[in-house]
Structures are given as structure tokens and as C-alpha cells.
T-cell receptor, first 113, second 113 residues
Framework: AQSVTQPDIHITVSEGASLELRCNYSYGATPYLFWYVQSPGQGLQLLLKYFSGDTLVQGIKGFEAEFKRSQSSFNLRKPSVHWSDAAEYFCAVGAGGSYIPTFGRGTSLIVHP | DTEVTQTPKHLVMGMTNKKSLKCEQHMGHRAMYWYKQKAKKPPELMFVYSYEKLSINESVPSRFSPECPNSSLLNLHLHALQPEDSALYLC????????????FGDGTRLSIL
């Protein structure tokens, strides 16, 4: 079975600073990988996904993620964080035929002015 | 604005009450999902409907009863719930089962007294 680890429960950055959220997965083959964002009081929104091909994936809202098979990682990055990026971020892996995502525990992003 | 509409947004009910949560989408999606999300936790898959038929039931207690009357509508009937069932209930849809992205509604915040 697949699993996802997000080692950071909280990340605090200043507005305008760069951001990297970590995600490690466990799966025997190449999985489908996703990053979702959840703002307070809202549902989840897909930021980006990796299925195959180019290991650097561009998403919405200026986010990107890089798939590194050797490290079993799919870290999310943004060069300059905005206050509106404060939210909960979930990494997810989909595999096993149905590709319904299994979510990591989430990382809460706090943005200081 | 989300393309998946969930009603009500908030629901408070006693343990002996019967209530229903409603989810609607008009994107032509043929897969619909119910998730349960506790505070500061990732969403947990409850049910998956594919072409109006129940495809996955993740060992959910029978006090939760899903229904998919047509391709646009998904209900979750609630009866004799327990305080630990208090959570955010999220509905999602996708073109077909496992297809990405899943489009999430903003959820129903359920409180059991």
C-alpha cells in the first residue's frame, strides 16, 4: 500500500520569502503524486499533479514541484510567498489502479507580513 | 466559487436525529466521493460512487448511508450519530473514478450534540 509523509506540521515564512514544503512517499512503482491546498472553511483545491514525464511540474498560483525518484520525494516550492498563501497543504499519492489519493497529514503554512 | 455545491454549510444535530447532507455538481462527472475530515487532519475517504453505483465503501459504520439518485446528486443520510462523528464532510467529483483532478465542495461542518 502507498503512504505519504509530510514531516513538517507547521512552516512559518515571511511574505516575499521562498517556500519549500516537503513530501516523501512510499510506493513500489511510480505513483501519481498531487499537492492540494485547503484554505480555512473551504474544500481542497488541486495545485498540481505528477503522472509521468518531466519531473518538474508547474501548477497554479505560481507553485511548482519536483519529483525525485531517488529520494522518493515530491517537494512543493514557490519563489515568493504571498499572505494569501497561508493555508493547509496536503501532499497525496494515488496508485493501485484506482488512483484515488491517499493524503499526507498536511503542513500548515503561516505567512508573516 | 466551487463547482461542487454542498448543503447545508453547517449542521447541528442530536444523536437521535435523522438528517441528510446534499452534494450537487453539473460538470458531467460520473464519479462522486464522500470524505470525512477531522480538525487538523487529512480527509479520509468514506464512499465512492461510479456511474451512480457504490464502488467503494471504506468500512464506514451503517449510521452513514450514501445515496446517488442521479449523476448530478449525492446524498449522505445520517442517523443515530455519535459525538465522534463531528467533522467536516467533503464531497468531491471527477470525470471518472480515480480521475484527477477531483473537484471538492466547501464541505458541511457537522456537530453532534
Amino acid at each position: 500500500a502507498q503512504s505519504v509523509t509530510q514531516p513538517d506540521i507547521h512552516i512559518t515564512v515571511s511574505e516575499g520569502a521562498s517556500l519549500e514544503l516537503r513530501c516523501n512517499y512510499s510506493y513500489g512503482a511510480t505513483p501519481y503524486l498531487f499537492w492540494y491546498v485547503q484554505s480555512p472553511g473551504q474544500g481542497l483545491q488541486l495545485l498540481l499533479k505528477y503522472f509521468s514525464g518531466d519531473t518538474l511540474v508547474q501548477g497554479i498560483k505560481g507553485f511548482e514541484a519536483e519529483f525525485k525518484r531517488s529520494q522518493s520525494s515530491f517537494n512543493l516550492r514557490k519563489p515568493s510567498v504571498h499572505w494569501s498563501d497561508a493555508a493547509e497543504y496536503f501532499c497525496a499519492v494515488g496508485a493501485g489502479g484506482s488512483y484515488i489519493p491517499t493524503f499526507g497529514r498536511g503542513t500548515s503554512l503561516i505567512v508573516h507580513p | 466559487d466551487t463547482e461542487v455545491t454542498q448543503t447545508p454549510k453547517h449542521l447541528v444535530m442530536g444523536m437521535t436525529n435523522k438528517k441528510s447532507l446534499k452534494c450537487e455538481q453539473h460538470m458531467g462527472h460520473r464519479a462522486m466521493y464522500w470524505y470525512k475530515q477531522k480538525a487538523k487532519k487529512p480527509p479520509e475517504l468514506m464512499f465512492v460512487y461510479s456511474y451512480e453505483k457504490l464502488s467503494i465503501n471504506e468500512s464506514v459504520p451503517s449510521r452513514f448511508s450514501p445515496e446517488c439518485p442521479n449523476s448530478s446528486l449525492l446524498n449522505l443520510h445520517l442517523h443515530a450519530l455519535q459525538p465522534e462523528d463531528s467533522a467536516l464532510y467533503l464531497c468531491a467529483s471527477s470525470l471518472s473514478k480515480g480521475d484527477q483532478p477531483q473537484h471538492f465542495g466547501d464541505g458541511t461542518r457537522l456537530s453532534i450534540l
